[in-house]
């Protein structure tokens, strides 16, 4: 397009036809007509339209780039306003015809066409049906002369008239005899297989109102008849029965049949009730219930093996503090305190730094939850698991054995340990003991009524203090052993009191301990066999537990703390740290107390000077009020480590020489235990340094000193510097500015991952395209609104102008009545 | 020197009294009769006589003679007001009277002096010690200071409160009445009276720097302290300084006199003047150092240390004084020298003391019992507060570092929990440290270079030492310990961990924690291995598992 405005106006007007020859159709064909003008007046709107240079506005750039194309820098708002304005009326218009039956539409070709000569006309509409004849060939079901339609089929009454396709529909196994009845049914299902057959046909298309309506139609007449045709059938078959003679004596012999074997009603009803009681017996009864097969012994190996594995896991998981069901999350957060600390410092000072530990001194978490009354026997199931359960057929399975000797004894479940123990007193010896206990679990199991669950929780707590109970009869450690197995049986069903109690026992021997070190107690073995018990029952490895962290806490305190005055102390302090070991033996983890007290007992246990200087030079922490004692070197030869819980009660000469020894045995186990420690030097050397001090007094020392040498020498040579640090380092924070090179300002991003990249051009597209989408929604509602304001003004108006019109009309009848009255008045007046 | 005959009257009650009065004493009417009667008319005044004698009576019983002390008191009071006891150095009768009265007024004296040294023997009950501390200020301010002036100016009767405090704290009485008496004379007395406490610190020291003086000398004629042995005096003494907590700050704060408000003068300020605070700051000081100069218990000499810092030296003249005392506290070792460290840090911080070799003593203090100590944490604190310079040599702060870690081999939880953090920050004000934690190149053989019996902190190598003993925490018992623990082995992002809320843990803060914990969702877990035996049994042989080895019941 060149040239000046005018020149393009030119131009256009010329290429419409509105410009120059216009006097070249002077041949006679006159474009007076109305539509004509209606057309160049058209035209004329529209260029008149396309070079008005206020139709474009431009958005100023503030920055003009060089090369830089912005979409919609440049529009026509008045014109694509008009353009959506005229599509959405269009389209109103549509909408408005819609469901609205009636109205003619001139559809005929060239109708509006003046240009065309009546000749053209008719080749127009012969090339136009010709054209949809063969668009729609494929369409017209009714054209006979269609050749190719294979599919074609001819109906009757909307069925199907070919024949071809009934033999599989065919029920094969029908006798061909009787071909009445079978019609009937083949029939029944044609019908409906052609039904299908066209729903399914049809379903592709959506179908109009009207269609819908001529289908029921058809459907419902095609049924009535369908049901004619069966009623007519089974009359037919009902008169041919009848027909044959010998049905009536057929009913008579049912008749008769009847009447002979009728007995009396209360009889049979009795027997009935007893034969469903038997039934229903059965059907209750365990044994009626077909059993697992028997499992082999590879087999039983196998899934005990796996047992073990699957409790093993789960131990070492608890024991890594996998898992942590703790309330508040001190622990579990901790994990990620070290990524996820960005925020420390600056204003927050209510945050403390020991509190994230579970260190925290200020607060104790009052926001626990006591839990401790949903012991109740009413959701048993609640947490007993597999275990449990299994546990639980463990206990009932000695009670289905001893059904049969009913000669038992009965005992009232224990309540309190004095009840336990009246009963176990009538026993002849301990060794009967695991059987009254068996007895009484089977007596109160928990299938056998109501509150059992309960009893036997109580019965738990007694049992465990029970077994703190020393006992010095010769058979007693057996027996503990087996009642300690039975306790462990029943803590799984009843590990919520058995926790609590063993709670609250910590607390009173943490107190006494505390008294004990202040010179006001002295410690029971029953004190401390409370911990050897809690280590038998619970699991001692995990990371933290409710029972077992609190009990090595006391323990642990009181190693460090109590002070060593006596052999009994020193006897207390030993026996605390086997239990601790025995607590690690599987986690291995380490407790500063122990070595601390074998260094004060190795300390202590001689006067030589080179002890003392040892214990100086090692920083080994004596207190002042501990006693120095000289070792019986004579007496200690003959003696080995064993020691007694008689001995916390009456001790046995040479005790200290016996403890001595038996510290030795601990150092192994402790050795033992903490041996792949990197810092086992700085634990054990010590320690052998004080042997040293001892000399050869036993052979005991003389091999405990060779293997703890041994293995420091070991872990000299093997050991090396820490790498703790050796995680991913830290990347440092760049200041420095980005350049892009190959910068496009019209460039959006410069991401180099390409997935990234096309999701954020999809996501800015679907952006974009949604809130056009709800602009377009709301220009239209405002113009259906605009519209049918329109419309009701409109209406509004004709009704007013009508009633005006009525009006009016009356009135100039009225009018017009009167001025005749008038006249005739004038007339008559004048007559007289 | 008795005076009889001058009033027949006088002499005449005197023996019809006298036959009761070794029994029974007299009644509270009786005395006060008498006293009016002394009073009236300077005839009676050989009744003086008599009262002195039932105060003097031990078998008299006390509450008459607390009434014949009281009035005696107003009878002096009373005739030192008309003047009668000043001698107006003319020979006539009216001056052998003043004379014989001021020996009666002496003789008063001594008999209350000696009811609170307990030289009268038999005094033992506290009422009547305290009586006699009462009416001794009495005299010591009504009588002395107001009406026995000498000249105008203003005079303080130093020689009686002197006599006083020395009676008090070289007393032979049992320590339980003169605890009373001390109590007594600090509630109502020194903290109230701001003369008072001046006079008493300055008498204070001037009595003991006396006694250790003569004891020194020797070839005493009567035994320094008056025979009461050190240690009690020494407890009597400090516990006396320890418990007066008052101290005026300013000079406008001096307002309370118990005799009356002395002029200020310059010659005055010289000697020292109640009402100056630099004069009582220097008798404090005199005290205290005198008072220290006694030999100490172990357990008085931590409370001193205890309040040195916050309540001593602040309200001394020239805390450097102190110096030789802490320093020496400080050699000691053990929880005197923890204690002796707060104040020492308060003289060099404050007053530019130097302190050789004081890391090098610092880390001595690193022992066996640093750990178990009860003053752990005021300990710690410091220790950060020294070790909290960056410029110090690493190696210096490595070797600390080194020494905490393997102290806390054998320590309590609650020490691990302080010395963790305070190794993590140590770590990250001297990242050099590091490598001690983290060093994954070694070249050849590796076999640790630290020295622990080495006692000088730039000596020990321990900064190309590593610090296994962490690895070991980190599977501590415990399991907030232990995760405490593994900051170690993440990465140092944390600028610094907020000490103080790690330094006063202990076993029971511990404990507690455990024992208000309830678990909402799982029970605690069962163990599921079992063992042959639990104790050892004879009966089961040997391959057997057995859960206590070496342990049988019986």
Redesign the interface.
Known sequence: MAGSQLKQLKASLKANGLLGQTNTGKKGKRPNSSHDRKDRDKAIQSIREAFNPFDVKVTKQKVDVIGRTIQGAQGKPGISKQVGEENRRRAYEVMAKKNKAGGIIDRRFGENDANMTPEEKMLARFTREKLTGLASRKESLFNLEDDDGEDDTLTHYGQSLSLTDDFEQDDLGVDEDDEETKEIIRKRRMMMVNGNEEEEGESSAPKSKKEVMQEIIAKSKMYKYERQQAKEEDLHIIDELDAQENLDELLEDLNAYDRKHTVPKAESAERDEEYEQRVREMAFDRRAQPTDRTKTEEELAKEKAEKTRKLEQDRLARMDGEIYNDDDDDIGHTSDSGSGEEDEGEGDEDVNDAAEFGLDVRNFSDDYVSDGDNIDGSDEGEFLDEDDEEAESELSQPSKRRKVSESKPQYTCPETIDDLESILNQQTSSSEYPKVIERILDLYHPSKAVGNKQKLGVFTTVLFEFLQKPNYTSNYPQVFTKMVEQLKTLTTSHVEVLTDFCREQILQVNEKLTATRLGDSTVAPADVLLFTLIGLVFSTSDHFHLVVTSATLVLAQHLSQSPLRSAKDLLTNIFICDTLLAYQRISQRYIPEIPLFLQRLLTLSTSSEGAKDVAETLDIFVEDSDFHFDLDIKALKGLDGTLKLLDFVEPRDNLLERIFLHSLDTISTASNLWRDKLAYIEIFGPITKLLEVHGDIHPLVASTRSKLEKLIAISTKERVPLTLQSHRPLPIQTFAPKFEENYNVDKKSYDPDRERNEGNKLRAELKKERKGALRDLRRDNAFIAREKIKTKRQTDKEYHEKLARLERTIQTEEGAEKNKYEREKQARKRKH | MKRSGNDNSGAKTKKSKSSSTVETGLSESEITALQESILSSPKNYNEIAKLIDIVRDNSIKTSCRHSASAALLKIFGKLSKKGSLKKSGVVGASEQVAIWLNQRFIQFKELLLNNLSGASGSTNSPSLAVSALTILLKVFSVVEHKYLTPSTEYYYPKQTYSDIISSIVLSSLPSAVIDVVLEEFVKNYLMIYDDLRYYFYTELAAILSKELETEKKGGYDSPPFNGVPKTVVSRRVISTLQSISKFPKTDEEIENFFLSKPQFSKSSLKSGTPLKLSSHKIAFQKAWLAGLRLPQSSSQYKEVLNILHQRIIPNMQKPQLLMDFLTDSYNAGGPVALLALNGLFVLMQQYNLDYPNFFTKLYSL????I??AKHRSRFFRLVDLFLSSTHLPATICASFIKKMA????????AA??TII?FIYNQLKRHPSC???????E?DGE???PFD??ESDPLLTNAFD?????????Q??????V???A?????????????LE??L??S?K????????????????????E????????P??NTGAST????????
Request: no cysteine; net charge neutral; aromatic share 14%.
């Open positions: 690193f022992d066996g019992s750990m178990h393997r102290l806390g081999l054998t320590a309590p939880p691990v929990v953090p590091m490598k001690m934690i983290h060093r994954p070694i590796f076999s640790d622990p019996t030492s590593s610090l296994w003993e962490l690895e070991v925490l599977t501590h018992y415990h399991p907030n232990s995760t405490l593994k900051i170690m082995s993440q990465p140092f992002r944390k600028p610094q961990y907020l809320d790690f006063d843990h076993y803060t511990l404990f507690d924690a455990e024992k208000t914990r309830r678990v909402k969702a799982a029970l605690p877990a069962l163990e599921y079992s063992f042959d035996s639990v104790f050892v049994n009966e089961i859960y206590m080895v070496g342990w049988s019941f019986a």
